[in-house]
């Protein structure tokens, strides 16, 4: 019964839907499950993201889980691969056992091993070996001795010359055998290769494949060109790494696997109905599935492990990633209307990390037309955030009349039961007349049934005679806030709800508009201060309560005290009328003179000890001063 561990208690699964486990020589098993939320299945709410699952003894950690609404489909790992996040950090140099360098590799890993030295050589010369992850480095050495190894339950490893041996299985078609499939693939196929060799290349020898007599021509490999091979007995030795037969591989769809079965084991296949094929040839791969009860064995894929060379597997990487690339441009080459179009594509996929990564290239070109287009779509799946998934995508497109530049950015988020969608898009266009350059940010987020959307958008619009920018943001409710600088030969206008100076702004010219003028501190004015350009009711207002108002015709000081500190003060011009109104209270003056003797209404004039009074010009009597 497969269990999930959860703080060193183990819940047994039930209500498993479907499951699969494939195991592979020298390699991680791997577990796929998908389990049904029912309430007699206690280890449902502990199938997490790292937890540990536990099948026939072996133990799995979760690393994919997406989670449905009565479901939850698992993917993980061998905890083996826990060794790949377990750092090595020395170097070996020297001449070591296998014994020793296993020893030192799993030391305080937890893990162990089981070394059958038989066939085996005895040691073997490192230099510099280490400095990477133990998983790696295991892997590595294993190549190197050539060895293969198995999973054991208990974290034990097998390592072996060859993992299993020949019990005489065999398998028969209608008896236990029900299907063969054969695929064999002759792309790599080489034959010959030359190898060109010795100091300036001057050396140059041809090569045969033992096996060339099989087929009806010479087939050449790459040619080989390499300064570092000084005698004939190393070219050839390179040759021969170069030499490729026809690729065939076969799987076995079984109807009964032998109860002894084991990968690696040799085992003797009789198909008739493929020309009566019998192979001898060992098991690589073996699926197992769930029928209800446990886990069974219901394919395997046979053929013969070859060792190789970490320069070997690396040459092999490159070779078949130029090899998916020629075939993906081959694939998707094409003349549709006298158009020619290329497109690549790549995905990674980071299971540790639950990040799945693809990858286009595309350029399409027409006479009228050259287009360049390159996307990545990265999604994240149960991190700590959520869900995220990211796309992002740039592209060029290059006309007679016009280049049109586009990045665009859609990152979505799923949180809680939180949607949030947020898309971000650059575009630039040119042509002989202008530059268009636009900056568009669109936000939407989903929770229930409340829904928020804003956007923003920038753009800059420059022509032979005007340039003009542009800043917009329109809020969830609908509100739009706009600003906008237009700028030509003859004017710069600024279009903004506020517009900030910060530092010495200097003005040359006339300063006019409708507008009001709010001034913290203080206001400087060189010469004249006019209020108003016509007729109408004009004032000074001092903290909102004094002021001088004008109607045009007469002015006012309106305050409940005003003082008039001077030395000369006049009041008023010849001829004209000055009123007071109130109580004039001279107590604390000098007054020098009342009013002139010949002025309409009352005089006071004064002459030789005598102080006379006069109305309107006359004297109506007097008074002599002792």
């Given at each position: ?172 078609y209608a008896h236990n055998l029900r299907n063969l499939s054969k695929d064999s693939i002759s792309t790599n196929l080489a034959t010959h290769v030359i190898v060109n060799y010795g100091e300036d290349l001057q050396q140059t020898a041809t090569f045969e494949s033992p096996t060339s007599s099989k087929y009806d021509r010479a087939v050449y490999g790459d040619i080989i060109n390499d300064e570092r091979i000084k005698t004939y007995e190393e070219a050839y030795e390179r040759a021969k790494a170069k030499f490729q037969d026809i690729d065939i591989s076969y799987e076995l769809d079984i109807a009964q696997l032998g109860e002894t079965h084991e990968l690696g084991e040799t085992i003797h296949t009789i198909y008739e109905p493929m020309d009566g094929l019998s192979i001898v040839t060992r098991i690589l791969k073996v699926r197992e599935e769930w029928n209800g009860e446990e886990f069974v064995a219901t394919s395997v894929n046979v053929g013969n492990y070859v060792f190789k060379t970490a320069e070997e597997i690396l040459q092999d990487q490159i070779k078949d990633t130029e090899d998916n690339v020629n075939e993906s441009i081959d694939q998707t080459k094409e003349i549709i209307q006298r158009e020619y179009r290329w497109e690549l594509n790549e ?280």
């Amino acid at each position: 019964m497969p269990l999930v561990k959860h703080k060193g208690i183990e819940y047994p699964i039930n209500h498993i839907q479907s499951g699969r486990i494939d195991l592979e020589i020298s390699h991680a098993h791997e577990l796929n499950m998908v389990v049904v939320n029912r309430a007699n299945n206690p280890a449902y709410p502990y199938l997490q993201e790292e937890a540990i699952v536990v099948v026939n003894d072996h133990e799995y950690r979760i690393k994919k889980l997406s989670n449905k609404t009565n479901y939850k489909n698992i993917s993980a790992l061998h905890i083996v691969m826990d060794l790949a996040g377990t750092p090595f950090n020395q170097r070996l140099t020297g001449v070591y056992t296998p014994n020793e360098v296993f020893s030192t590799l799993l030391a305080g890993t937890g893990w162990s091993f089981n070394f059958d030295a038989a066939g085996v050589q005895s040691s073997i010369e490192l230099k510099d070996f280490g400095r990477s992850n133990v998983w790696k480095l295991f892997r590595d050495f294993c190549n190197r001795l050539q060895v293969e190894f198995g999973l054991l339950p208990s974290r034990v490893f097998e390592i072996r010359k060859s993992l299993s041996d020949d019990y005489g299985q065999q398998y028969r078609y209608a008896h236990n055998l029900r299907n063969l499939s054969k695929d064999s693939i002759s792309t790599n196929l080489a034959t010959h290769v030359i190898v060109n060799y010795g100091e300036d290349l001057q050396q140059t020898a041809t090569f045969e494949s033992p096996t060339s007599s099989k087929y009806d021509r010479a087939v050449y490999g790459d040619i080989i060109n390499d300064e570092r091979i000084k005698t004939y007995e190393e070219a050839y030795e390179r040759a021969k790494a170069k030499f490729q037969d026809i690729d065939i591989s076969y799987e076995l769809d079984i109807a009964q696997l032998g109860e002894t079965h084991e990968l690696g084991e040799t085992i003797h296949t009789i198909y008739e109905p493929m020309d009566g094929l019998s192979i001898v040839t060992r098991i690589l791969k073996v699926r197992e599935e769930w029928n209800g009860e446990e886990f069974v064995a219901t394919s395997v894929n046979v053929g013969n492990y070859v060792f190789k060379t970490a320069e070997e597997i690396l040459q092999d990487q490159i070779k078949d990633t130029e090899d998916n690339v020629n075939e993906s441009i081959d694939q998707t080459k094409e003349i549709i209307q006298r158009e020619y179009r290329w497109e690549l594509n790549e995905t990674v996929t980071e299971l540790e990390k639950n990040i799945t990564t693809e990858y286009t290239a595309m350029v399409s070109l027409t006479a009228r037309e050259l287009r360049t287009e390159m996307t990545q779509h990265v999604t994240n799946i149960n991190t700590d955030m959520g869900s995220m998934e990211t796309r992002l995508s740039s592209s060029i497109s290059q006309t007679a009349a016009q280049i049109r530049a586009e990045v665009r950015s859609e990152v979505t988020t799923i949180n809680g039961g939180i949607n949030s969608v947020k898309e971000d898009v650059s575009r630039l266009e040119i042509t002989a007349s202008g530059i268009q350059s636009t900056v568009t940010s669109h936000s939407t987020q989903i929770g229930g049934l409340n829904t928020q959307m804003s956007s923003a958008q920038s753009s800059i619009t420059q022509m032979s005679n005007q340039i003009t920018q542009k800043v917009s943001y329109t809020e969830y409710n609908g509100n739009t806030i706009v600003s906008k600088i237009n700028q030509d030969a003859w004017s710069y206008t600024v279009d903004a709800q506020r517009i900030n100076f910060n530092g010495a702004v200097i003005a040359n010219g006339s300063i006019t508009g409708t507008s009001s003028l709010n001034i913290a501190t203080d206001a400087t004015v060189g010469n004249n201060l006019y209020l108003g350009q016509g007729g109408g009711y004009k004032s000074l207002v001092f903290n909102n309560s004094n002021r001088i108002n004008s109607s045009g015709y007469g002015m006012e000081l309106n305050a409940q005290e005003i003082n008039l500190n001077s030395t000369d003060i006049t009041i008023g011009t010849s001829g004209g009328t000055t009123d007071f109104n109130g109580t004039v209270d001279f107590s604390y003056a000098a007054v020098r003179g009342v009013a002139r003797a010949n002025s309409s209404g009352i005089g006071i004039s004064y002459s030789n000890g005598t102080l006379y009074v006069q109305v309107n010009g006359s004297t109506v009597g007097s008074v002599k001063l002792s």
